[in-house]
């Protein structure tokens, strides 16, 4: 009996000590990290706003002021105020963008004296951030109320050599949606064109859902045309999509903006992202439902032509039920198999969020979606002097990741999926998602784990994210040249309480990944280097 129980600890310890050696560390990455850092003391982070070369550019708060921070790796450059208090009033950061040779910081203010919400640009010089231009107003919406006071839509062009800033009057009931587009050059001077624009649908008919300017000056807009009712009943008797998607393409030089159609045939078109470079195509990418918008069947790619905007390469995959049944237990895919049946349907994944495309230096791409959905829970609690007191919970859930991937001539080569099961409340999912980086035949995915997901195996059960104590983990997922995947500790058992926060890490120049993590009450950036 007491040999019997010797040999079952022995094994225990045996299984124990091959799971820490199994988790000591990938020989796929080296990270490099930086000095601890303290909010108190350095500032506190709050977000990426973009890299150039290999340096990254961080906004930091310390008590009520602001600063822009250059990191060259791990190591900080330099640390420098931005002004954001004029006439005595403090303003909202809105937006910072990186161009050329300037940074520019759009802080903006609600005027109530004059009922205006007003847009303003400061001009820094990237390299020092020495000053060059101070509060000058870009735009200014005479608003109704405070509640309503319209909103300033901000980006940059993929080169760096424009600036969209589009004004959205406030909010008006069965109004068509109305803006005002204006185009700079990257010092803000006077604009390269200005002019009032209507959507050339009613609010009922067309969503927008994002907008990208060009490189040329031109405004891209992709967005979903509805059918009108009568015609959507006839579409919906014939099982036909009763919407499509639009690119509507906004010019100086027109008083209209182009509409072109990207019509799918037998497709119910989930969701779309769209990718335009520096030079080439325009690249489209996304999911499809076999039956409905709702369920995700397989994943297509277009390659539109920059000037004509027509498509010119099409490429789609349909997901097997194996590919959707993936990582479920047998009694789960016994089930939604049977549920499918039942409805008469074809087996469907449920919605996801996609990613940007990432382009490939062979002319490939690489699209990546998310099962994101959040859930509001309310909950009311009697108190103990015969009163009620009531609780919002928000819960925020990042699940599966799918990895499409491209091929240079427009063909989806294969499909595979990451699985992981995070989930979080009140916190907007902070610690969350994950951070991609693409380097020569390998996908390489980042995210917070528990160790028990560590070994998965196509039929195990999902474990729940795990953020404290000896079960955390900052997982490297690597997916191969073929779709096969493989995942792995990124750091040693002894930095477990390290904690990322994925969605402000970056993928540099030299296909290294600038990260920041969090570790009690300190704070660090650090590099992880691909092999």
Known sequence: MKKSIIRFVVVLAL???ARVVAQTKTNKAHVQWGQDLTDKEDGKFDRVIGDIDNSSYLLIQRKDNWFVQRMDGVKMAWQKP?????????????TLLLMQEELLVFT??????????????STYARADLSPRKRFERVAVIP???????????????????????????????????????????AGMGQPLWSKDFSLPYSDMEFKAESQRVDND???????????????????????????????????GDSPAPQDNPITVSDKFLQDMTLSMGKDGDIICAGLYGNKNSFNVGGAFFLRLDRASKQVTHSSFKDFSDDFVTMYMSEKQAEKVKKKADKKGE????????LHDIIRREDGGAVLLAEQYYMRIT??????????????TLYLYYYNDVLVINIDPQGNIEWATKVPKYQATSNDGGMYSSFAVDVKGSNIYLVFNDTGENLFLKPGDKVKPLSLKGKDALVVLATIDKDGNTSREALFSPERRDVILRPKDCVELKDDNMFIYASRKKDYRYGLIMFK
């Not at 609600?110 to 640009?121: A, G, I, P, S």
């Not at 109704?144 to 589009?166: E, H």
């Not at 609690?381 to 609780?391: I, K, L, R, V």
């Open 108 to 121: 903006s203010i609600y005027d109530k004296k004059e009922n205006e919400n007003r847009l303003f640009v």
């Open 82 to 94: 931005i002004d954001t208090e004029m006439d005595k009033h403090d303003l909202n950061v809105h």
């Open 217 to 251: 000056g031109s405004v891209i807009v992709l967005g979903v045309k509805y059918a009108a009712k009568q015609e959507k009943r006839d579409l919906k008797r014939a099982n036909k999509s009763t919407y499509e998607y639009h690119l509507l393409v906004y010019t």
């Open 346 to 353: 074809e087996l469907e994944m449920p919605e996801y969020t």
């Open 15 to 17: 299984l124990a000590s």
């Open 378 to 391: 309310t909950y009311t609690y009697s108190t103990g002097n015969g009163g009620t007191t009531t609780q």
């Open 143 to 185: 608003a109704d109320k405070s509640s309503n006071i319209g909103q300033f839509s901000i980006s940059a062009s993929p080169d760096r050599s424009k600036v969209l800033v589009q004004v959205f009057p406030p909010r008006q009931k069965d109004g068509d949606e109305k803006s005002h587009i204006s185009i700079f050059d």
